[in-house]
Nanobody
Framework: QVQLVESGGGLVQTGGSLRLSCAAS????????GAWFRQAPGKEREFVAA????????YYTDSVRGRFTISRDNAKSTVYLQMNNLKPEDAAVYYC????????????????WGQGTQVTVSS
């Protein structure tokens, strides 16, 4: 059974940084896609960033490109999201997600999910 466990959320001031981690277990992820989504109160879950495990290719939504970096550690089966220069609009519950094969950008395309971690940004 695949499990994704996130950690690293918290409260940070505007302009600060956080690093989220997503530890995966239950299978090998050599040909999979890992992604981060976020959901703010009253809003739909939105794509933030994704990475292809096998190649390391990365993808970002426009609002975070240049500020966030997604990476993976194959040996630890862990995906990271380094978030710099955080803004109040980045505040949300962040979810780690996974799927087989190619990287896609909609939440409905992913079938492995973590429990979510809260990111709060104070102004």
């Amino acid at each position: 059974q695949v499990q994704l466990v996130e950690s690293g959320g918290g409260l940070v001031q505007t302009g600060g940084s956080l690093r989220l981690s997503c530890a995966a277990s239950g299978r090998t992820f050599s040909n999979d896609a890992g992604a981060w989504f976020r959901q703010a109160p009253g809003k739909e879950r939105e794509f933030v960033a994704a990475i292809k495990w096998s190649t390391g290719s990365t993808y970002y939504t426009d609002s975070v490109r240049g500020r966030f970096t997604i990476s993976r550690d194959n040996a630890k089966s862990t995906v990271y999201l380094q978030m710099n220069n955080l803004k109040p609009e980045d505040a949300a519950v962040y979810y780690c997600a996974g799927r087989d094969g190619v990287v896609l950008f909609t939440a409905q395309s992913y079938y492995y999910w973590g429990q979510g971690t809260q990111v709060t940004v104070s102004s």
